[in-house]
């Protein structure tokens, strides 16, 4: 049975930071990429940032580079997201999730139950 650990959320004023953590354990399978989605209300799920498990590889979406970085300690099997220079459009639920095919919602084999992030202005 795959299970996450997810905590860090919380309510942070603009320009603040947070650290989002992740643990999976239960995986069926190697050679995934690990991280996190998030959700707005009203909007569809986006994909934000993941690291590769093979190589270490990270991806960024565009609107968090240069403010958020993604890191992984593989002998606790955890990925962290740090947020720094938070916006309130950085508002929503961000979801831990693996995928072993491309960083889309569509091909996500694994979700987390989400942690809630506030900014507020």
């Known amino acids: 049975e795959v299970q996450f650990v997810e905590s860090g959320g919380g309510l942070v004023q603009a320009g603040g930071s947070l650290r989002l953590s992740c643990t999976a354990s239960?995986?069926?399978?190697?050679?995934?990429?690990i991280g996190w989605f998030r959700q707005a209300p009203g909007k569809e799920r986006e994909r934000v940032s993941c690291?590769?498990?093979?190589?270490?590889?990270?991806y960024y979406e565009e609107s968090v580079k240069d403010r958020f970085t993604i890191s992984s300690d593989n002998a606790k099997n955890t990925v962290y997201l740090q947020m720094n220079s938070l916006k309130p459009e950085d508002t929503g639920v961000y979801y831990c999730a693996v995928a072993r095919g491309p960083w889309e919602v569509n091909y996500v084999d694994f979700w987390g139950q989400g942690t809630q992030v506030t900014v507020s202005s």
């Open positions: 690291i590769s498990s093979s190589d270490g590889g990270t």
């Open positions: 239960g995986l069926p399978f190697d050679g995934y990429a």
